[in-house]
């Protein structure tokens, strides 16, 4: 991808990552008001107000949905990544130095791993369809696009695409292949594991940014931080103002 294209990616996340930061400030705040505050019932009214202005209700059902999809994004991206570390630390021998047990083992260990990937990766594809918007858009265009780049590979493997860009797995067809294939397709840098390894990355850090700004608006209600508090805390006070380092 061109610099041209991935600038307004990189300016979108860095201002996702400081709304991040922000949520993270207010809700420090919001607890050391509370640990200051000697009063059950003050405590009692933060609370009361907390759940009649933030919770699940306070926030719209479009956001909720977008909370639900960035959900299961956050979570699936996490283990793509994981599952990607996995398959190209693997195996620990070349594969000339290998026994007939070892590689055996090695293809049913790369064939459970691809078998839990594929279904964390659609699950994340459904997410990031669910979740819309223009930074999904380029990381689902560009997933796809490792996928057709290394398509006849990956199908020699018994993973292919279905038309709606889901991946299948044919297990018996990967566990019957040669070794050195496996490892060269599934297992070495600059691959199709290697690439959606990194992307999601990507994916994880833009998911858990959304779901901080969703956060905040889900517990702040419609009230405001600033870099002195929140007015709900005026109100609940008595107009006491506790800093947020923000």
Do not use: C
């Not at 819309?132 to 199908?155: C, D, H, P």
């Not at 993973?159 to 018996?172: H, S, Y």
């Amino acid at each position: 991808m061109s610099s041209r294209g991935i600038n307004p990616l990189i300016t979108q996340n860095r201002l996702l990552s400081q709304a991040r930061t922000r949520t993270r400030n207010g809700s420090a705040s919001m607890a050391a008001a509370m640990a200051q505050s000697g009063s059950s019932n003050k405590n009692n009214a933060l609370v009361d107000a907390l759940k009649k202005r933030g919770g699940k209700d306070s926030l719209s059902e479009a956001d909720q949905s977008q909370k639900n999809a960035y959900t299961v994004i956050e979570k699936t991206a996490g283990n793509i990544k994981k599952h990607a570390e996995k398959l190209l630390s693997w195996p620990e021998k070349s594969v000339d130095e290998m026994t007939d047990e070892e590689k055996a083992a090695y293809k049913k260990n790369v064939a459970d791993e691809i078998s839990s990937l594929v279904t964390d990766y659609n699950d994340m594809i459904t997410g990031m369809e669910n979740a819309g918007g223009k930074v999904n858009e380029v990381y689902l265009s560009q997933m796809r696009g490792y996928f057709k780049n290394a398509q006849k590979q990956l199908a020699e493997l018994g993973i292919t695409e279905d038309k709606k860009g889901k991946l299948v797995f044919d297990r018996e067809k990967l566990e019957s292949a040669e070794v050195s294939k496996i490892k060269e397709t599934l297992g070495k840098k600059g691959t199709f594991i290697d690439d959606i390894g990194k992307r999601a990355e990507n994916v994880l850090d833009n998911a858990k940014t959304n779901l901080a700004v969703l956060n905040k608006n889900q517990y702040a209600g419609n009230y405001t931080y600033n870099r002195y508090g929140s007015d709900i805390f005026d109100a609940l006070f008595q107009g006491s103002k506790y800093n947020n380092m923000g």
